[in-house]
């Protein structure tokens, strides 16, 4: 009904950049808040940053300054343009949508992309 796929992740040096995009499709009429999460070896999977429909954005102290979130609500569509990145970005990425309309009156929750690798050396 739902699927997030993402694509961009990669191996990149330190200080390099890349820029992920995780494309929702299926029966959509509209998606609320879209984010992205990374989880590296043995840790939990923890938030990078979210934007809502209306713009609005969150990132993690982390990644604050370095990552840029936007969506394209036309595609349903999100990105993560991640610039100075560090070895301890390292992770796989995963897109997240919280909540999409998929009828009148129909919803599902929490959807979530298969992942993204994204390694940074150094």
């Known amino acids: 009904q739902v699927q997030l796929v993402e694509s961009g992740g990669g191996l990149v040096q330190a200080g390099g950049s890349l820029r992920l995009s995780c494309a929702a499709s299926g029966t959509i009429f509209s998606i609320n808040t879209m984010g992205w999460f990374r989880q590296a070896p043995g840790k939990q999977r923890e938030l990078v940053a979210t934007?809502?429909?209306?713009?609005?954005?969150n990132y993690a102290d982390s990644v604050k300054d370095r990552f840029t979130i936007s969506r394209d609500n036309a595609k349903n569509t999100v990105y993560l343009q991640m610039n100075s990145l560090k070895p301890e970005d390292t992770a796989v990425y995963y897109c997240?949508?919280?909540?999409?309309?998929?009828?009148?009156?129909?919803?599902?929750?929490?959807?979530w992309g298969q992942g993204a690798q994204v390694t940074v050396s150094s």
């Open positions: 934007i809502a429909s209306d713009g609005s954005t």
């Open positions: 997240n949508a919280d909540k999409v309309r998929v009828g009148v009156i129909q919803y599902k929750r929490d959807c």
